[in-house]
């Protein structure tokens, strides 16, 4: 069985990703209709989907469906045939999001093999013996505190739930112990006298009994564990039948983009159950097969994705998980677990094929795995199970299906292996003891199927569907508005070419750039996205969208066009741009010209000062120079011009003046070549001129008077050691004569040096004698009378 359980998630992998492939968008044109799920056999139906399996599309919002089925599927141990008549309602609450109710509005349930459960054989149960019903032989938990699995022998009396306090001995044995109160175990409770020693309410069963001393029977053939069908635990009729046993609410949520190529969500549901273990009446309809009864009902959870994988097939994935609660029941004023159910692993596949919208073929594959801590099932089976059929729409909004369903791992011969199973037991010898009898230990060693084992028969079961209800009309097809290019602009109308190698362009307008920027304005009525196409007769497009570069590298003289068009999906089906470039030759090309490097022209002139009256000389340098052209800012040009060096003679009135000489150089022609710069100039500076100081300036006085005006005379020499004293008399001769005798007489006295003066003799002015006093500066001129 191992195996089987791998080779069937081997094929849900390969059938999913085999079949997955770039889906079609859903349209009016989509043959593919909405109907919801039946469910049944461990699937909770009433979502949208397939039979069993759920797709990712869901009812738009204000959708709504009605749902009525039929559904026989085939379950083990105790080859049992399942009818189901499932009803549910659902309701789209948005585009994405849907809710369903289902209730199962009747079950019956017929087992074919009885003895190979556990149910059968509590203490008011029966199985047919011949002609006539008793109660089985079965292996309990002893009553008492006892922890032994015994032999219950068969015929033990008639004792109606909840058992306690029943007979657990033929009455013929006498006096005859009690069925004993429950007490607290572990994931289920121990039920003494009636449950198994793993727990739980449902004893072992026997199969098979042999004789032994004394007239008495022990097992041959049994399980200490208990065996029960998960869909109905605790039935005891052969077929048993009920209604409206459970309700399920719950959604459905597609979590992606409904116009996506592949879409995927949860679901998730609550069950609840009508009848359960806390009184007579509820667990009578649980011996009917109402179903198990969990006390807190189950929450289930269920991730779906789907792909379309053509026009005309889509392939569906489901994987789900539903957490049970504990089967719980009402025993002598206390409450004790009957049952820890296990958890459900569902994994399903379906492909259907939407061959057009009146007609749909379905196949489904699933699996349904008990998994989690649970009470023990000698023989539990996880079913896998398939599905074939097909669905009618003669409207979208209502249809009818019909599905052949094939249990493909029922408990025939085929399902059970060579291995060895031990099961040991006590067989006791009753209140009152019988001659010769001893308790005995019974321990049973079996291969492949138990003698006395009912082994499954029938794999078969269908699926009928009808359903009704409320569907939108879906959007007709779109006409495509096409999408118009609105303006182009170019960064360029015109591209100058560069000149050739080797030459320039004279005025620098005509550069290498030989691309042009495209920038499109378009516009789509239905905001499509937009696809740029540009057409040109020369060059090459770089880039895409909106705003590209048109590459003229190679381009030559002449005109080019370029053409632009935006596609929405239709193709160029709208408005176009063509615009006209043009490639001209640069028109102002040429070669440049090597040209000499001009000569340096400088001018040299008098290093120190000119005294006013002197000439100086200045010199220009000029390497190559055929001319000379001198001006002067002072002064007269006394020689030279016209030659490398002139002499400039300055006046005598020119005393602290500067005098700047400048020539203009003549060069041979340089053609193109420009001009070199050919003037210079140098500037002389002229000693400013010294005058004679007057001293003192007197007419007829005494000598003593003479002596003082000459000491002061002489201290001013002697401040001016460079000076030279002169002294102009005025007067007659007699009277020149006689002042300079005055003088003289004066500078003998003081012992004066007499060579620092100057004696000059003045006319006479008739206003008698007088004298004047000089004190002349080295450069000054001489003073005159």
């Known amino acids: 069985m191992k195996l089987a359980n791998k080779a069937f998630i081997i094929t849900l992998v390969l059938l999913t990703l085999a079949l997955t492939a770039t889906a079609q968008l859903r349209s009016e044109k989509d043959d593919r209709n909405q109907a919801p799920t039946v469910g049944t056999g461990g699937p909770v139906g009433g979502p949208t989907g397939l039979f069993t399996v759920y797709d990712s599309s869901t ?24 009818s189901s008549v499932p009803l549910s309602f659902q309701v789209g609450l948005s585009n994405k999001f849907e809710m369903f109710f289902t209730t199962e509005a009747y079950r019956g349930v017929k087992v074919n093999n009885p003895q190979n459960l556990s149910s059968f054989y509590l203490p008011n149960s029966n199985l047919r013996f011949g002609s006539g019903f008793t109660r089985p032989a079965a292996i309990v938990l002893e009553p008492g505190a006892g922890n032994r699995a015994v032999y219950r022998p068969v015929g033990a009396p008639f004792t109606q739930f909840p058992y306690v306090g029943g007979t657990f001995y033929n009455p013929a044995i006498t006096p005859t112990p009690t069925i004993s109160q429950p007490r607290v175990g572990g994931a289920a409770d121990m039920f003494p006298g009636v449950g198994s020693v793993y727990g739980g309410l449902l004893p072992g069963i026997v199969l098979r009994t042999t004789t032994i001393a004394n007239g008495a029977r022990s097992p041959s053939s049994f399980s200490t564990a208990p065996i029960y069908l998960a869909d109905a635990p605790f039935i005891n009729r052969e077929w048993g039948r009920s209604s409206f046993n459970s309700m399920v609410v719950g959604f459905k949520w597609r979590l992606n983009k409904l116009d996506a190529s592949w879409g995927h969500g949860v679901s998730a549901f609550y069950r609840y159950y009508a009848d359960n273990g806390g ?3 509820g667990f009578n309809q649980m011996q009917r097969g109402s179903g198990p009864g969990s006390n807190k009902g189950d929450i289930g959870v269920n991730y779906f994705i789907d792909a379309r994988a053509t026009k005309w097939a889509n392939v569906s994935f489901n994987a789900g998980y539903v957490y049970t609660s504990k089967i719980k029941g009402s025993f002598g004023g206390g409450e004790f677990v009957m049952l820890d159910p296990a958890d459900e692993l569902h994994l399903s596949v379906g492909i259907d094929f939407p061959v057009n919208k009146f007609f749909q073929p379905i196949l489904e594959f699933r699996s349904l795995n008990y998994v989690g801590g649970h009470t023990v099932n000698a023989l539990e089976q996880d079913p896998i199970d398939g599905l074939a059929g097909f669905r009618i729409f003669p409207r979208r909004w209502f249809g009818f299906g019909f599905a052949y369903r094939h249990n493909f791992n029922q408990q025939d011969l085929g399902w059970f292996d060579d291995s060895a ?6 067989v006791l010898c009753g209140p009152v003891p019988l001659t010769g009898c001893v308790p005995t230990t019974v321990s049973v060693n ?10 499954a028969t029938d794999p078969h079961g269908y699926i009928g569907q009808f359903w009704i209800g409320r569907r939108d009309k879906r959007q007709g097809p779109i006409e495509n508005k096409p999408a118009d290019v609105n303006s182009v602009t ?15 362009s004279k005025s620098g307008a005509c550069n290498d750039s030989k691309t042009v920027s495209v920038a499109t304005s378009a516009s789509d009525p239905e905001n499509d996205v937009l696809t740029y196409n540009y057409t040109v007769s020369g060059g090459r497009i770089v880039g895409t969208g909106a705003n590209v ?16 068009g935006v596609d929405d999906g239709c193709g160029i089906c709208g408005k176009t741009d063509t615009k006209t470039i043009r490639v001209e030759a640069c028109p102002d090309c040429e070669r440049p010209v090597s040209c000499p490097s001009c000569a340096t022209v400088s001018v040299s002139g008098p290093a120190g000062l000119t005294q006013p009256g002197s000439t100086m000389n200045f010199t220009a340098s000029a390497a190559g120079a055929e001319s000379y052209n001198w001006t002067v800012s002072a002064g007269t ?5 016209g030659t490398p060096s002139i002499t400039v003679r300055t006046g005598a009135g020119d005393g602290g003046r500067s005098v700047t000489a400048t020539v203009e150089v003549g060069f041979a022609s340089r053609g193109e070549c420009p001009a070199c710069p050919n003037g210079a100039s140098a500037t002389g500076e002229i000693a400013t001129k010294v005058e004679p100081i007057p001293v003192d300036d007197f007419g007829k006085k005494s000598d003593d008077e003479v002596k003082a005006i000459i000491d002061n005379f002489y201290i001013q020499l002697n401040n001016n050691p460079s000076a030279q004293g002169y002294i102009i008399n005025y007067g007659t001769p007699a009277q020149i004569k006689k002042r300079r005798a005055q003088i003289m007489k004066a500078i003998n006295f003081r012992k004066y040096d007499v060579g620092r003066v100057t004696f000059v003799d003045g006319p006479d002015n ?18 005159r009378p």
């Open 59 to 82: 009812l738009r919002k204000g959708e709504y469906t009605l749902s009525a089925a039929l559904s026989n599927y085939d379950r083990d141990p105790g080859n049992v045939d399942i």
């Open 421 to 426: 199973q031990t099961n040991a037991t006590t």
């Open 279 to 281: 009184d007579f009446a």
């Open 490 to 504: 170019l960064s360029d109308m015109v591209i100058t070419l560069p000149c050739p190698p080797g030459s320039t």
């Open 446 to 455: 079996s291969t492949g199927v138990p003698s006395g084992l009912g082994l």
């Open 637 to 641: 040009i006394e020689s030279g011009q």
């Open 549 to 564: 570069q048109w590459d003229l590298s190679n381009a030559q003289v002449g005109t080019y066009t370029i053409t632009t």
């Open 766 to 783: 008739g206003g008698g004698e007088s004298t004047k006093l000089y004190l002349v500066p080295a450069g000054a001129e001489n003073p």
